[in-house]
C-alpha cells in the first residue's frame, strides 16, 4: 500500500488551530483501508451481513444458495474476505465453514464509530 510519511504541523505557521494527532499508525490504516476495500463490492457485503446474521458458522453450500452466481465466482469473493482478515472458515470433511472474524468487524466498527462528530478515543485491533 501507499506508505506516507506524516510531517508534524508547526502551529506558528499553521492558518488553523491546532489539530487532533493521528489516531492510526500507517500498518493499522493500510489493513483498515484493505478490509475496507474488500467491502465495497455489493457482493461481498451481501456476504458479510449474511455471515454476521446467523452469528455462528455459515457452510458454503448454504451462501452459495443465496445467490445467482456461480460457485468459482462465489469462492472468490469469500477469499477476498479471508485475505482482507474479515472472515474466517473452518474444514468439516468436504464442506468449509465460514464466520466472520469477530476482532475485523470491531476494528471497522471502532473506525465507523470515529466518524462521528463527538466520538471518543478508540481503540483498533
Not at 500500500?1 to 510531517?7: E, R
Not at 457482493?43 to 443465496?66: F, H, K, N, P
Request: glycine letters at 8%.
Amino acid at each position: 500500500m501507499n506508505q506516507s510519511t506524516i510531517q508534524p504541523i508547526n502551529h506558528s505557521t499553521a492558518c488553523c488551530g491546532p489539530v487532533a494527532e493521528l489516531s492510526l499508525t500507517s500498518e493499522e490504516a493500510d489493513r483498515l483501508a484493505a478490509q475496507f476495500k474488500a467491502m465495497g463490492n455489493p457482493v461481498r457485503l451481501q456476504i458479510v451481513m449474511l455471515l454476521s446474521r446467523y452469528g455462528g458458522q455459515v457452510c458454503v453450500c448454504d451462501i452459495e444458495a443465496r445467490f445467482t452466481l456461480s460457485q468459482p465466482t462465489i469462492s472468490h469473493h469469500l477469499k477476498i474476505l479471508r485475505r482482507a482478515g474479515l472472515i474466517e472458515c473452518e474444514r468439516r470433511g468436504q464442506w468449509y465453514y465460514y464466520f466472520v472474524n469477530p476482532r475485523a468487524a470491531a476494528a471497522l466498527g471502532a473506525v465507523l464509530a470515529q466518524l462521528q462528530p463527538d466520538a471518543g478515543q478508540g481503540e483498533y485491533a
